[in-house]
């Protein structure tokens, strides 16, 4: 097998020819082939003249060498030039772009990645139960691989794909409505029925036809009504019931009616009722279900698409949602007409939320055609001119400084939309109103009583969490119980990665209540609010099987009560940024907490906007060059105060990027005179004391040995040597990541670091030919109990767009369950690494805590090289700050109560 993928053609030949005289010659005709040409072309049409029936092994079998020799741009185009491609060619042609992308070439080859995109969107198109080569597409163009620029190839194909002319048509009766004289009896024997048989699987179960009376097609249009309106109300785990019922009997009289894709319209609806009673995880495994069970005609596997898209919009998770609008746009252009008037209208949904506003107008014009095609343009005004406010709203309040002009006008449409709300569907209206009055408050434009006699006459229609988003977003006080109560309606995502998505709407509440709130909140609710903005996507630390977040907050007062305890061993910071851009700080020392608000002069929210456009990585590339580079830098990005160490802080997901050694009082930066430490949030501080990461006891490093880029990380090895030799460090020098970390009480990693597109930590490589992503390395340091990063900008941490959530590697580390990273959130330089290590290993295996260990480091750096911020400062703590080396005697800490 290895000979093969290695394509080693002319020792397998020899390996089978006893055996398999047939393959034999066929792997001699190939490597016959490469010894006659360098041209992998040329080879694919020199074997093909005598083993033309192979063609598609042919090419990926060359294609699979080419990446071994790192001919990325060769694998890629063998692969698009099959005349047929399977599974593995789309497999290893997403392995070429990440190749690509990972090395940055994807600039030179901008044209073969849109095309490649295409090709393998293509393919899914067609193939929707391959979930697995979906994900992977979605992880090659998700902010960790690509940045902004993966969801900028999504919609160019999405784009391209569309612009092909769609055919409508209308097989089946038009949704003219509800019939209001339908009656639920109608379709009791079905629920008997199903009711009897027990499991049910949504769009593969099909009830007899006697059971239903009537015109099947118009029973499962008035019960698409009766689940759109269910589902518009949705909050609690009774409606929950009854969308899964009124689901399982759209989806078991589907195979009678003449579309034979209400099924898959009904998981559509049902999953936006899941969403807003807080089932974001059901809501997931719908969009899933759709998908395997959309194989057949084009027309039902765009659907499938269309309500996988529709689904993943709706949770905000924009990268699944792009990829499934690319999936339909690619299918079938015979397309429903009622199915093409919502596709058009999700692709005009996508785009707005991505900021491209024009593309956005032209789908929702393509939209509002479709329904004159169709006769239902007057019928559908209403939501028509709302999801146009919706495009102008959003782009408006992107402008730092809006019209006044411009946000009156809006808000004179908004009131005309909330009139024309029906009493079915009030929330979009309501909630949409409700943000055009916050956008005019925060701007000091004046509302007007028309606009909140209009918020006011739909708030009593609204669902539960319509009516919470709308006072939080249009009053000018918060409501901190309705708060909880919406961060309690939603439902535990299965994987970590996810959860952050879901708290994206508490989130934005919280920052708003920060605002609301001014200097008048008590530490118990400041506390409660910046956990909430903290990174909601981290799971449980020591996770084997399944990456599940951390647990819920049983009430508000449980970060307060987490802080406090910790308090009594060492400090804690909460910080967050409130809706108008002020820092909020509340302090927890030995139990007591006290909170301010940052004058605007001390933190100011535009120096820390322009901090974030070239730094933290221009403080390890300055070298000096401007004087006072970081006091100038961070003169108002400042705190009054800070207790004495040791600290902990715990940051708003939008502020973790600033690093905690860099909070400055006066002239003084926190990590001069402390030991300070940053945790991802206090939920996740309190679930790894209380699920800490196994140890095995080992101390392990990898250096890779490799020299032909440079002798950067093999000078470190030699002098890291007698250290490594002092405290038992079993150090690998292979040029591949090590495979025998897992466990470990301590991992040291030195390798190059470097930043993407978007100026997010993207890849990691050795002075040879290894080139690897933050995910590769983090997967092979799984449970790993502490790890130190001597890796440039490896402790940065940015904003994932659209999610309470960060990404890093550091981050990334501690996701795969480790209890604390140690890294650098710019440019290392290298002679840190030998005058801090040293120092950290003697004073942790002699049982001083890691906060402690790390601070006397960093002294040592300092004491070395002299004083300057971008070598003292640099390696930054991230997790528990009170462990301690496994093989000595612990210490005392905090008992956190539960």
């Not at 190939?30 to 020199?46: F, R």
């Not at 997931?284 to 659907?303: M, P």
């Amino acid at each position: 097998m290895r000979l093969r993928t290695e394509g080693h053609f002319q020792e397998l030949a020899q390996d089978i020819a006893g055996v398999d005289p047939d393959g034999a010659r066929f792997y001699q005709a190939l490597a016959d082939a490469l010894s006659e040409t360098t041209s992998y072309l040329d080879a694919v049409a020199k074997v093909e003249e005598e083993h033309g029936a192979r063609a598609g092994d042919i090419r990926f079998l060359l294609a699979r060498r080419a990446m071994v020799s790192a001919a990325f741009r060769d694998a890629a185009d063998l692969i698009m030039g099959a005349a047929e491609k399977e599974e593995r060619h789309i497999g290893l042609l997403i392995e070429a772009m990440e190749a690509l992308i990972l090395r940055q070439q994807e600039e030179a080859d901008r044209d073969l990645i849109l095309n490649g995109l295409q090709l393998a969107v293509t393919f899914l198109s067609a193939h929707p139960d391959q979930a697995g080569l979906r994900v992977r597409l979605e992880s090659l163009f998700s902010f960790e691989k690509t940045g902004h620029t993966g969801k900028t190839y999504l919609a160019f194909v999405t784009l391209s794909l569309l612009s092909r002319p769609l055919d409508l048509s209308t097989d089946g009766p038009l949704d003219t409505g509800f019939d209001e004289s339908f009656s639920v009896q109608e379709i009791r024997p079905a629920v008997d029925w199903l009711e009897e048989r027990g499991t049910v699987l949504i769009g593969q179960t099909t009830i007899p036809r006697e059971l239903i009376s009537g015109d099947p097609d118009r029973l499962a249009i008035n019960l698409m009504h009766v689940i759109d309106r269910v589902a518009a109300e949705a909050s609690d785990d009774d409606d929950v019931k009854t969308l899964n019922l009124l689901l399982s009997v759209v989806s078991s009289i589907n195979a009678h009616t003449q579309r034979q894709n209400y099924d898959l319209s009904a998981m559509r609806f049902a999953a936006a009722g899941y969403i807003s009673a807080g089932r974001s995880q059901q809501a997931r495994d719908l969009a899933e279900q759709a998908l395997r069970v959309s194989r057949g005609g084009g027309q039902r596997r765009r659907q499938g698409w269309f309500a996988f898209a529709d689904i993943y919009l709706r949770i905000g998770s924009h990268i699944e949602s792009l990829v499934g609008f690319a999936c339909a746009a690619a299918g079938e252009t015979n397309v429903d007409g009622e199915a093409a008037w919502s596709e058009m209208n999700g692709v005009a949904r996508i785009f707005r939320e991505l900021g491209l506003f024009d593309p956005a107008r032209q789908a929702h014009q393509g939209a509002a055609a479709v329904l004159r095609r169709l006769g239902l343009e007057e019928a559908n005004s209403h939501r028509t001119r709302l999801i146009g406010l919706s495009i102008d709203f959003t782009e408006l309040a992107s402008d730092p400084n809006p019209s006044p002009a411009a946000v009156t006008a809006l808000l004179y449409r908004a009131v005309e939309c909330a009139r024309e709300a029906t009493e079915d569907h009030p929330d979009p209206a309501l909630v949409q109103l409700a943000q055009i009055i916050s956008l005019a408050n925060a701007n000091g434009i004046s509302v007007g009583e028309t606009a909140i006699e209009a918020l006011n006459a739909l708030l009593p229609l609204a669902s539960r969490r319509g009516s919470i988003l709308a006072r939080g977003f249009g009053s000018s006080r918060a409501d901190g119980d309705a708060l909880f109560t919406l961060y309690a309606m939603q439902e535990s995502a299965r994987y970590a990665e996810d959860a952050g998505f879901d708290a994206r709407n508490v989130a934005f509440l919280a920052k708003r209540m920060l605002w609301n709130e001014g200097d008048e909140l008590d530490a118990t609710i400041a506390t409660f609010l910046t956990e909430l903005l903290a990174d909601r996507g981290m799971p449980l630390p020591g996770w084997e099987t399944t990456s599940r977040p951390v647990p819920s907050l049983t009430d508000s007062g449980r970060p307060a009560a987490i802080a406090a305890a910790v308090s009594a061993e060492c400090a804690v910071v909460a910080l967050g940024l409130d809706s108008n851009g002020r820092l909020a700080r509340t302090t927890w020392v030995n139990g007591e907490g006290s909170y301010v608000r940052e004058p605007a002069d001390v933190f100011s929210s535009a120096a820390f906007e322009t901090w974030k456009e070239t730094l933290p990585f221009g403080y390890g590339v300055d070298d000096g060059a401007t004087a006072n580079f970081f006091y100038t830098t961070t003169e108002h990005l400042r705190v009054t105060s800070l207790p004495d160490g040791p600290v902990v802080v715990v940051a708003d997901s939008d502020l973790q990027i600033f690093p905690a050694n860099l909070l400055r009082v006066g002239d003084t930066f926190a990590g001069q005179v402390r030991p300070i430490s940053a945790v991802p949030s206090l939920s996740w501080l309190n679930a790894s004391r209380e699920n800490p990461a196994g140890s095995n006891g080992l101390l392990k490093a990898w250096i890779s040995s490799r020299t032909e880029g440079g002798f950067t990380l093999a000078m470190v090895s030699e002098r890291l040597a007698e250290t490594f030799a002092k405290h038992g460090v079993d150090l690998d020098e292979s040029d591949q990541l090590p495979e025998d970390f897992t466990g470990a009480e301590l991992a040291i990693v030195t390798a190059h670091g470097s930043l993407g597109d978007s100026s997010q930590f993207q890849r990691l490589r050795d002075e040879g030919d290894l080139v690897v992503s933050a995910n590769d390395l983090a997967s092979k340091l799984r449970n790993v109990r502490v790890a130190v990063l001597f890796v440039c900008s490896a402790g940065r941490a940015d904003k994932v767009p659209g999610a309470a959530s960060t990404f890093g590697l550091a981050k990334k580390v501690l996701e795969k369950g480790s209890s604390a990273v140690i890294a650098s959130p710019w440019p290392l330089d290298s002679r840190v690494t030998y005058h801090w290590l040293p120092t950290f290993l003697d004073a942790w295996t002699n049982g001083q805590r890691l906060d402690e260990a790390v601070f006397a480091a960093n002294q040592a750096v300092s004491n070395g090289l002299g004083y300057a911020p971008e070598t003292t400062l640099a390696l930054s703590l991230y997790g528990d700050p009170a462990l301690i080396f496994a093989g000595a005697v612990p210490a005392s800490g905090s008992s956190i109560p539960q």
